[in-house]
């Protein structure tokens, strides 16, 4: 079965970075385009980038500049680097795939931006 697994969050400054990762198995990684959400406490699970099977990237506008989605289909992996991190980033990000109609998703990791 499709198998999503997100890690890489933590606690960081603001202007820090973090790289996320989200680790698939049970479908064909190489053809299905990922997104990567995200669902800040009392607030909707929004959309933060997504990358096509070709590689074609789109970001949220807040986060374009400082955030770069990329993918590694040898290991069947999406990554997510965030730079220069603010506090209202500070959310649960979620690893995103629809295969043959259906939405998978992770449990997501918490990543909180805090001085």
């Known amino acids: 079965q499709v198998q999503l697994v997100e890690s890489g969050g933590g606690l960081v400054q603001p202007g820090e970075s973090l790289r996320l990762s989200c680790a698939t198995s049970?479908?064909?990684?190489?053809?299905?385009?990922m997104s990567w959400y995200r669902q800040a406490p009392g607030k909707q699970r929004d959309l933060v980038a997504r990358?096509?099977?070709?590689?074609?990237?789109t970001y949220t506008d807040s986060v374009k500049g400082r955030f770069t989605i990329s993918r590694d289909n040898a290991k069947n992996t999406v990554y997510l680097q965030m730079n220069f991190l603010k506090p209202e980033d500070t959310a649960v990000y979620f690893c995103?795939?629809?295969?043959?109609?259906?939405?998978?998703w992770g449990r997501g990791t918490q990543v909180t931006v805090s001085s």
């Open positions: 995103n795939v629809m295969v043959r109609f259906v939405n998978y």
């Open positions: 049970g479908f064909t990684f190489s053809i299905n385009g």
């Open positions: 990358i096509s099977s070709g590689g074609t990237t």
